[in-house]
């Protein structure tokens, strides 16, 4: 007699249930994609380059290769392999909404508090070791996965608790947004921190609808690089829009509520790697309805929510822009006269280090002048 199979996450397919739900999530991921793919490709080619909106096509990407997996086992329960590939993609996947809330909610702390989340201070420093964090713990995961299926009870044993804690990681993952958007309010602003130089893409105009950039908007090299004060060393800024131009509530429902619903989510799938059961008697959280939700429908919600959210413009710095950096060159090539313009505080950026000389000099000549 044949000992009964454990309990897993999504249980074993069945044909009557998996095909026509995996060919709905196929469908929903499809739609979502390219959506996303066309926001993407609409802000680059108005110089908007927002690559969180790659990363979501992405995520849908692997979503549509993940149910197709499922499809697979489904019509081939016994092949080994095709199981394996669709428990690592069921895994993998959505690790990708975790590092894009988390960077949004980076965001939030940075634009709150700029002369402590400066590009080398120890809080940008801090997140950028949690993000190599959990790509290695992403990699534990897929490996052990993977491997899960060993003959040796000792090592299947041994890789159940690097899964475990790999789990548990992901779930605080989820949770970390939460702790970021709520420090960087309950720390109170600092003299440093109003006074900070910062900038931000002002020449967004709205923040809803199918709104795009328009270029003919932004600013000229000139207007990009306003000189510092004297004796001004500090590192500016690039941050998202202040609170009176994006509606703040807004911006952090857009991280709150996906963070809620991500971590009681991914709660759920951790609890059912620490529960063994067998198959017969398995908990309501190794249902194949369990997994539907905890991965289909909740990551279809996150996306939507953040496409409806304009999380493009909401969150866009202007240190990605393709835009930016051309005229950096602009503004270096043509050694542009910068110490006359009126600087403001919400849009006060670094000049070019290497023209300061050469800018003093043409002031100087014009004060002669004069």
């Known amino acids: 007699m044949l000992a009964p199979r454990p309990a897993v996450f999504g249980d074993y397919p069945l044909r009557k249930d998996d095909i026509a739900g995996s060919v709905v999530c196929i469908v929903c991921f499809f739609v979502l994609a390219v959506t996303n793919m066309i926001i993407f490709r609409r802000n680059l080619a108005r110089g908007h380059k927002f690559v969180p909106s790659g990363a979501m096509f992405g995520l849908c990407m692997a979503r549509i290769v993940t149910f197709s997996m499922r499809l697979a086992y489904t019509t081939h329960p016994s092949n080994v392999n095709i199981s394996i590939a669709a428990s690592i993609f069921i895994a ?11 960077v949004f909610s980076q ?18 420093n801090i997140m950028k070791m949690y993000y190599i964090s959990i790509i290695a713990f992403l990699i534990v995961l897929i490996v052990s996965t993977g491997v899960f299926y060993h003959t040796n009870a000792t090592v299947m044993k041994g890789i159940s608790q690097f899964r475990k804690v790999a789990m548990v990681y992901f779930t605080l993952a989820a949770f970390m947004p939460i702790l970021i958007v709520t420090a960087a309010y309950a720390i109170p602003r600092s003299e440093h921190d109003k006074t900070w130089p910062v900038h931000y893409a002002h020449w967004v105009g709205k923040y809803s609808g199918v709104y795009s950039p328009d270029p003919r908007n932004m600013p000229s090299a000139t207007d990009f690089y306003s000189e510092i004060r004297d004796g001004d060393n500090r590192t500016p800024v690039h941050v998202i829009p202040p609170s009176d131009r994006g509606a703040r509530e807004v911006s952090l429902a857009l991280i709150i509520v996906p963070s809620v619903i991500l971590t009681f989510a991914t709660a759920v799938r951790t609890a059912s790697s620490f529960v063994t059961a067998e198959e017969i008697f398995k908990p309501w959280f190794d249902y194949r309805v369990t997994m539907y939700l905890c991965i289909a429908l909740t990551e279809i919600s996150v996306e939507i929510t953040w496409i409806i959210g304009r999380v493009d ?9 393709k835009q930016w950096k051309k005229l950096a060159a602009v503004a270096g090539n043509e050694k542009v006269g910068v110490m006359d313009l009126d600087v403001d505080e919400e849009t006060e950026v670094e000049p070019e280090r290497a023209n300061r000389s050469s800018v003093e000099v043409e002031v100087g000549d014009k004060s002669r002048q004069g």
Not at 96 to 102: A, D, G, M, P, Y
Not at 313 to 321: E, G, T
């Open 92 to 102: 993998a996947g959505v690790v990708i909404l975790f590092v894009l809330n988390v």
């Open 313 to 321: 413009l909401r969150f866009y710095i202007p240190d990605n822009d």
């Open 107 to 124: 965001r939030v702390f940075t634009a709150q508090h700029p002369s402590r989340a400066y590009v080398g201070s120890l809080f940008f």
